[in-house]
T-cell receptor
């Protein structure tokens, strides 16, 4: 069965520092991968997605993610974190291309220190 | 556009009571999804609809849960009778069409507490 693992439950970084959030997936075919962000008290917002092609994808709010098939990973990165980036981040995989159904990881909570 | 609208934002009720959560998807979106978020289990898909028809309800935990979509602009998730373990945040999401290329837009959720 398809699954998504986010190894880090909680991460704290200083404002201005770089960020990398890890995501590993288990899927037999070409995965369709997503990163979502959830601010406190709000729903999820799509940051970026990977379907095929260039393995480095750019998203909103200065985020990017790199797909590495050999490592079954899709890590999210940002060069310089802002205090407003404090939120929970979810990695997700779509098990099929024609339904929109998503399987989410457990999430990583990002805390930003001033 | 107003986005996906969920009501109520918060619900506190006693065990055994019926609970109804409501969702208004974005106009023109053909797909509607109901999710449940808990600390223990994370974000789980409960059921989704296409053109008001339930497509996959395999995530619905048990018969106490039911979902309907009587028209394109309204859906309900009902729990009867409610139990303390149903306490969670319930999200509704909609997407404009079939396929993963159509991103899901989420509402702000309903925080449900069953006492």
């Amino acid at each position: 069965a398809q699954s998504v693992t986010q190894p880090d439950i909680h991460i704290t970084v200083s404002e201005g520092a770089s960020l990398e959030l890890r995501c590993n997936y288990s899927y037999g075919a070409t995965p369709y991968l997503f990163w979502y962000v959830q601010s406190p008290g709000q729903g999820l917002q799509l940051l970026l997605k990977y379907f095929s092609g260039d393995t480095l994808v750019q998203g909103i709010k200065g985020f990017e993610a790199e797909f590495k098939r050999s490592q079954s990973s899709f890590n999210l990165r940002k060069p310089s974190v802002h205090w407003s980036d404090a939120a929970e981040y979810f990695c997700a995989v779509a098990p099929a291309s024609n339904t929109g159904k998503l399987i989410f990881g457990q999430g990583t909570t990002l805390q930003v220190k001033p | 556009d107003a986005g996906v609208i969920q009501s109520p934002r918060h619900e506190v009720t006693e065990m055994g009571q019926e609970v109804t959560l409501r969702c208004k998807p974005i106009s023109g979106h053909d797909y509607l999804f109901w999710y449940r978020q808990t600390m223990m289990r994370g974000l789980e898909l409960l059921i989704y609809f296409n053109n008001n028809v339930p497509i996959d309800d395999s995530g619905m935990p048990e018969d106490r849960f039911s979902a309907k979509m009587p028209n394109a602009s309204f859906s309900t998730l009902k729990i009867q009778p409610s139990e303390p373990r149903d306490s969670a945040v319930y999200f509704c999401a909609s997407s404009p069409g079939q396929g993963i290329n159509q991103p899901q837009h989420f509402g702000d959720g309903t925080r449900l507490s069953i006492l």
